[in-house]
């Protein structure tokens, strides 16, 4: 969600580019729902992980998050001997190897670099970089090389990360995309044998412009929390890099094998639980909202519903119709974001009577679709309390226009944003 992942308001400020990437990976929170990316960008940095902003509508690698509107296509059998033809994995591959120096302490870069390469077809390795969780709180390991099969050369990483076993995070790992907000070309979820999910996404670098460059990634997640991301592209870079083969090195079968490898899974046990990463807190008035169920309740009975999120939670869409062209409105509902409000309301904001700011945007999309715009009003309550919400002219960011307008007024939004429904 897409949030472009690069902005993510919630990316720790000791991150580097390529972390935050990785960890919209592992987090699927990412960038469909933006209205000042500057400003969400500097507040998120004061933030950490406190906050997480969930935009959940994003795919991996190219773009941030994932929305959940369900698994795009579920096979209840393991891949086994029937699989269909991949390149064939090392040997040590089918057999777990110790994970040397692996400590409580966490993971080296060496480590990850040495078990991706043995994992992997034989190949040409190059450009080799990592990061261990050592290197500080919360850092989770990372392995990346330019690997090359004799087909050309390609970008492929491997990260590791704990998860809550069944918790929000595991859920969305292995959940496809939602198409209103990212194509792709294929997205599949398999359970496995040992009781573990993956799935399989073949998507783009850049899924709002269908440009050539593929990504394609795995994710794993294991009944006790593992959490095993692969991504691979058909280019030596994920980015300004020209294709060099029509698909990466990896088909399904092959992402699969290597995904769920048991040399990872003692590489995963020795990390420690991040501390940035607070178990959830019941009595936050936060942990449960609604927001699909009270947006679908606020919105005007004359237009059709044609499409909507999955699941409630604090990020929601429905893609409306009233006869004259589909229009997408999305909100985000975000309790305790008071610390962010210099950033996202200025002197010529409206403050209301009871202290809540309103701030209203009206511009061009941001993801690319021909003639799209976006209209938004994000207020704020004394105690922090924002409701932000968007309509475009189009049922999807990255589609053309479909009409003219919005489908909703700026005052219809507005209306919908101040309702007491959302507390």
Avoid at 42 to 49: K, S
Avoid at 182 to 207: F, K, M, W
């Amino acid at each position: 969600m897409p949030l472009d992942q690069h902005n993510d308001p919630h990316s720790d400020p000791h991150d580097d580019p390529f972390e935050d990437r990785l960890s919209a990976v592992l987090h699927q929170t990412g960038g469909t729902f933006e209205t000042d990316r500057n400003a969400l960008t500097a507040a998120g940095a004061r933030r950490g992980r406190r906050l997480r902003l969930r935009r959940r509508a994003a795919v991996l690698g190219g773009v941030a998050g994932v929305a959940l509107a369900g698994v795009g296509g579920v096979l209840l059998v393991p891949w086994g001997q029937d699989s269909p033809a991949a390149p064939e994995l090392s040997a040590a591959a089918s057999k777990p190897q110790p994970a040397k120096g692996a400590t409580a302490t966490g993971v080296t870069k060496q480590q990850m670099l040495q078990t991706l390469e043995r994992l992997l077809p034989q190949g040409k390795f190059s450009k080799k970089e990592g990061r261990g969780s050592e290197e500080g709180p919360g850092v989770f390991p990372v392995a990346s090389v330019v690997y090359d099969d004799g087909k050309g050369a390609a970008a492929l990483s491997v990260s590791l990360n704990k998860v809550e076993p069944g918790g929000l995070d595991a859920r969305q790992a292995v959940q496809c995309p939602d198409k209103v907000y990212i194509p792709y070309d294929s997205c599949v979820t398999n359970h496995l044998a040992d009781g573990s999910v993956i799935r399989i996404l073949q998507g783009y670098e850049y899924p709002d412009r269908r440009v050539d460059t593929k990504n394609w990634t795995a994710d794993l997640i294991t009944p006790t929390g593992q959490h095993v991301a692969v991504m691979e592209w058909n280019a030596p870079a994920e980015k300004d890099a020209a294709v060099s083969r029509d698909e990466p090195p990896l088909d399904p079968a092959a992402l699969t094998r290597l995904a769920s490898a048991k040399d990872w899974r003692p590489l995963v046990d020795s990390l420690p639980r991040d501390p940035h990463r607070p178990s959830p807190d019941p009595t936050d008035p936060g942990a449960e909202l609604h927001a699909r169920t009270k947006l679908l309740s606020l919105l005007p009975k004359k237009l059709k519903v044609v499409d909507k999120s999955g699941e409630d939670g604090d990020f929601a869409y429905a893609v409306l119709d009233d006869g004259k062209g589909r229009s997408l409105v999305q909100v985000n509902v975000q309790p305790n974001f008071g610390d962010a409000r210099g950033d996202l309301f200025g002197s010529g904001d409206e403050t209301l009577p009871d202290g809540t700011q309103v701030a209203v945007h009206q511009g061009p999309g941001e993801k690319g679709g021909e003639g799209v715009v976006m209209w938004t009003v994000d207020t704020m309550r004394t105690d922090g309390f924002r409701v932000v919400i968007s309509a475009f002219n189009s049922g999807s960011q990255h589609d053309a226009a479909t009409r003219a307008t919005p489908a909703l007024t700026i005052r219809q939004l507005r209306e919908i944003a101040l309702s007491p429904r959302w507390r």
